[in-house]
C-alpha cells in the first residue's frame, strides 16, 4: 500500500471518529448548502444516508445480482437487500468483513479478497461466478483502470452492468499530492470502452460532496491543528530532546501534510471532480 493510500486511510479514520458514522463515503448534500454556511456534523450524517439512495437509484431495473467491491462496512449492501436484490461484498480487510457480515445478518456472503485476487480465482474456475452489476463506490482509487475494466469483462454477465462513483482526476498532470492516486477519469473511460462497455449514463455530483470536504477542513482547523499543537507542546515541555528530534526529522513532513490538508477543497475543485457513472457490456 503507497503512501497516499495510507495518507487518506488516516485521514478517512479520524473522520470516521469525529462523525459517528459508519459510512464510508462522502455523501451527498441535496439541497446544496450556500458558500460559507456553517455545516454541522447532523447535516453530514444525512448526506451520508442519502448518497446511497441517490448512487443506487442508477441501478437498472432488471438488475438481480450485485457483486459490491470495496463494501466497506455494507451500508449499500444492505441498501440493495432491502431493494429485494442479492449482494455479495469483496474486500481484504477483515474487520470491515465481521461488520459486514453482522450488519447485513447472513443475507449476504462475503468474500475477503482484493479485486485483483477475486478476478484471478475466478479464472481458474470452470465456471466462474457472474453478476448482473458490479458496484465500484469510492473503491475504484485502489486499483487501476486496466484492472477494473478487465476484471468487469469477466465477471458481468452479457449485456450487464458497472456502476461506479468516485472521485476521479479530470487534470492528468496533477500526480502529486493527497488524491493523486485517484484514476484519471480518461484513462478510466479509454479502458472501460476497450473492454467492451459503453457508458449509459453519468452524472457529476462535485458540488454535491464538496461540502463534505468543507466540513472536514472546518473541523481539523477546530479540532486537529489545535490538538496536534497541544501535544507538541507538552512533547516539547516534557522531554525536549525527543521534540527536538522529532521536529528535526519530521516537522517538514507534518507541516506540509497539515497545509495540504487545509488546501483539500481547492485541490478537489481544481483537478478533480466526483462522478457516478453506468456502463454496460454490449
Same mark, same amino acid.
Given at each position: ?9 488516516a485521514a478517512l479514520q479520524y473522520y ?70 442479492? %449482494? ?7 474487520? $470491515?468483513? +465481521?461488520? =459486514?457480515?453482522?450488519? #447485513? !445478518? ?5 468474500h475477503m479478497q482484493t479485486f485483483d ?66 484514476? %484519471? ?7 472501460? $470502452?476497450? +473492454?467492451? =462497455?459503453?457508458?449509459? #449514463? !453519468? ?62 477543497s481547492n485541490i478537489f475543485h481544481r ?12
Amino acid at each position: 500500500m503507497n503512501n497516499i493510500i495510507r495518507y487518506q486511510n488516516a485521514a478517512l479514520q479520524y473522520y470516521l471518529e469525529l462523525t459517528g458514522s459508519s459510512y464510508l463515503h462522502y455523501g451527498y448534500w441535496e439541497p446544496i448548502p450556500p458558500a460559507n454556511a456553517e455545516l454541522t456534523i447532523t447535516q453530514f450524517r444525512i448526506a451520508q444516508a442519502a448518497y446511497a439512495n441517490h448512487l443506487l437509484s442508477f441501478i437498472p431495473a432488471d438488475i438481480h445480482t450485485v457483486l459490491d467491491v470495496g463494501c466497506g462496512n455494507g451500508d449499500n449492501a444492505i441498501a440493495i437487500l432491502e431493494r429485494g436484490l442479492q %449482494v455479495t461484498g469483496l474486500a481484504p480487510d477483515p474487520s $470491515q468483513q +465481521a461488520n =459486514f457480515l453482522e450488519r #447485513t !445478518k447472513g443475507n449476504a456472503k462475503f468474500h475477503m479478497q482484493t479485486f485483483d485476487e477475486f478476478v484471478h480465482n475466478s479464472r481458474q474456475q470452470e465456471r466462474s461466478p457472474k453478476y448482473d452489476l458490479l458496484l465500484f463506490s469510492e473503491s475504484s482509487q485502489y486499483m487501476s483502470p486496466e484492472s477494473i475494466a478487465t476484471g468487469a469483462a469477466d465477471l458481468v454477465q452479457s449485456g450487464g452492468y458497472v456502476l461506479l462513483a468516485d472521485m476521479l482526476r479530470k487534470d492528468p498532470e496533477y500526480k502529486e499530492g493527497m488524491f493523486s492516486n485517484c484514476l %484519471v477519469n480518461a484513462d478510466l473511460h479509454q479502458e472501460m $470502452q476497450r +473492454a467492451g =462497455f459503453k457508458l449509459v #449514463t !453519468k452524472d457529476d455530483i462535485s458540488a454535491h460532496i464538496a461540502p463534505t470536504l468543507d466540513i472536514c477542513v472546518q473541523s481539523f482547523k477546530t479540532f486537529g491543528v489545535s490538538t496536534m499543537n497541544y501535544i507538541g507542546n507538552l512533547v516539547a515541555i516534557a522531554v525536549p530532546p525527543i521534540y527536538a528530534i522529532f521536529k528535526y526529522f519530521l516537522g517538514k513532513l507534518i507541516t506540509k501534510l497539515i497545509t495540504e490538508g487545509l488546501q483539500a477543497s481547492n485541490i478537489f475543485h481544481r483537478h478533480l471532480c466526483y462522478e457516478i457513472q453506468l456502463w454496460q457490456k454490449v
